[in-house]
Structures are given as C-alpha cells and as structure tokens.
C-alpha cells in the first residue's frame, strides 16, 4: 500500500488503522500491509514485506537473523534502535526464564521407597511400575497373584506434593479454586 502525495504535494497520513497500538520502536520504521493480517509488517525503507510481526520485523531492520533478510537501507539510527529493543526483549526472556527455573528447583518431590526393595538400588518409577508389585521371595502366592489397590499403585506422598505444587500454581495464577471442579479437569 503506496502512499501517493496530495495535490499540493504534501504526503497524507497513514491511517492508525495500520500502525501498531503499542509503543515499540518499530512501528517508527514500518506498517501492518493489511489490516486484518496482523502478522505482515511493510518496511518503510526498502518496502520489503516482514511476515511474523512486529518482533521479526526488528529483525529484519536489523539483519541480524540469516532466516530474515535485512534491510540494505535502513539507516544507522534505525539499526540501533531496533538492536536495543531485541536486546532488551532478549534480557526480559531470560529473566523470566531464570525465574521460572528458581521455581521449579524449589519444589522437590521426593520418591518413596517400595516394599522389598533395598535402599542400595535405585527406585525406578516407570509408567508400570505404579501397577506391578516388586517381586519378593518371601511372599507368599496369594499375596502374589493379589492385585494392588489403588492407594498401593500410587505413591501417596508424591500425590499429595504434587497435588500442593499444583493448588500453589493455582493460587499464584490467580485461577478459582471452584474451576478445577469442572468436569473437564476430572
């Protein structure tokens, strides 16, 4: 979409319907092509065709992606600008990254040791192992061939940390407790 000059030879606004709604510094250097595909953003140096937003568009005036061409005329300002806002996009990720990763070293469920396995081999925790019984020498057959109840299969106090893990998320993500009694939860 080319912007033709008026009569008098001033060039007219662009519409706001195609420049962004937020205050990121590439909206200075480029505009939607179309107003209902969000996605494709038009570089007002060279008119190249940025498909993936306004992030990749950045990119673009960059040049600093090999899958994005760059742009041969933007001009050293623009580069700049658009580095820093990458890099602060970068900074704020990896925050956010590290912080959810500290979550996460913290909560620590610890595994239970079955019966009639030593404490000198490893638990392994399989997707059977919640429903096959270890095998012992010692019992006797009834006991054996007798299936496992549910509250054996399943290790309770894993359960149960689990289960605070998840109700802690909840709560912090500001989710009604009254949500999980949907049935699509059960």
Known sequence: ???????????PEV?????????D?????????????????????????????????KKHIVGVDNVVSSCKKATPEAKEACKKALE?????????????QDLRDDVHISSSVGEGVSNSEPNK????????????????KEEALRQLS????????????????????VYTHAIPFNA???DEFK
């Open 88 to 100: 602060k996009v970068t900074a704020t990720k990896g925050i956010k990254r590290q912080h959810e």
């Open 25 to 57: 510094v590439g909206w200075k250097y480029g505009k939607y092509c179309d107003p209902f595909d969000k996605s494709k953003v038009k570089c007002d140096f060279c008119g190249h065709i940025s498909t993936g937003g306004i992030y990749r568009f």
């Open 150 to 169: 549910m509250n054996e299969a399943l290790f309770k106090e894993r359960v149960h940390q689990a289960s605070q893990y998840v109700a802690r998320w």
């Open 180 to 182: 999980l009694d949907n």
């Open 125 to 140: 925790v399989g997707p059977m192992d919640k429903f096959v019984r270890p095998i012992d020498g010692k019992s006797s």
């Open 15 to 23: 519409p706001m319907v195609l420049i962004g709604n937020s205050s």
């Open 1 to 11: 979409m080319d912007v033709d000059s008026g009569a008098d030879g001033s060039v």
